[in-house]
């Protein structure tokens, strides 16, 4: 099975489903969308596709927000948002050929009923669908804005539990093309996403040993978003240095009205920040051994939210300008 640092030579763009996942309010959303970009622009055919459907990926992308019937949203670029009732409807329709189920009053009791009497219902119905729109082939891409840390394992992992739960039958079929597409490292990876603080590089350490351990989905790469990035060279920093003796402060305090200091405090607290988030990225570094890793910078006043993504895409492809795809 893939391990960290599978010696697939595959892009990681070029897989058919990608998860973004990670603690919340570390920039998943921001990431995928940023992907989305970059890959559509690319030629590639994607879908976002918004498991939790808080709508913040058409707002980003300053675009309206999308059912679970995906719609395009700009060139080569489709969104949709999970509904696990929707998912059951469709299974139903395809599947079992039960005909459109129309009103949705017995339906949703059915669904409460089947959703809450077995452990993995829901997360199998989230994983079903994205593993029949990768079978479908109507996207060259199915990028996913993932739910949380925790959550996500036990949606990577619904399909061998259910295969190890029941050992025949249908549904043992059912998932075992699930398992063909998801365990399938040249066809699915997790890409974790942290910020550079104790608790949020815990979790992601944690996250990525437990996608190692309790699923077989192919963990392929941790990005680190917001980190303060370098401000000065080190001749500038020298420069700083001597710019905060006093007597400098002074003589610059005659020429130039303002509070110099305030200034000077501000720059110090930002160089504290890049000091403070370095062992923290190291530490995630060296926990993941030969799994990629990019560095994405805090972005400043930055204007529109398009931008935030704009900027992001462009960050993520500096880093990884021959990791996201080949040729
Ligand atoms: N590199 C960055 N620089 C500055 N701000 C950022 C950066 N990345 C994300 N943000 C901001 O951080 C906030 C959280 O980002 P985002 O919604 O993408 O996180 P999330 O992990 O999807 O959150 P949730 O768990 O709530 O879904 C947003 O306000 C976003 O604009
Ligand atoms: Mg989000």
Known sequence: MPRYGSSNSLGLLDRSLVFITGKGGVGKTSVTAALGVLAAKAGKHTLICEVDAKGDIARLLDCEPSGFEPTEIRENLFLMSMNTEEALREYLRIYLRVPVVAKLGPLARTFD????????????LVVGKLCYEVKEARYD???????STGHIVSQLAS??????????GMVKDQVAWMED????????S???????AETPINEALELAGRIDNETDVHL??????????????????????????????????????GDIELLLRGSNAALEMRRCADPYVER?????????TALLPLMFGVGSRM?????????????WDDFLWQG
Request: no cysteine; aromatic share 4%.
């Open 220 to 257: 392929g790469a941790l990005i680190v978003n917001k980190v303060m990035p370098e401000l000065f060279s080190r001749s500038e920093e020298e420069f700083f240095t001597l710019l905060q003796d006093p007597k400098a402060i002074k003589v610059l305090n005659k020429v130039i009205p």
């Open 159 to 168: 399909p061998k539990g259910i295969s190890e739960l029941v050992r025949l």
């Open 284 to 292: 995630l570094i060296s926990g993941v051994g030969t799994v990629p």
């Open 181 to 188: 597409i998801l365990y399938d490292s040249s066809k699915t």
């Open 190 to 196: 997790v890409i974790v996403v942290a910020t550079p």
């Open 307 to 319: 931008k935030l993504v704009r900027d992001l895409g462009e960050a993520i492809a500096a880093e």
């Open 141 to 147: 891409l199915i990028l996913v804005d993932a739910t």
């Open 113 to 124: 009923f089947i959703a809450n009497a077995a452990p993995g219902v829901q997360e199998i």
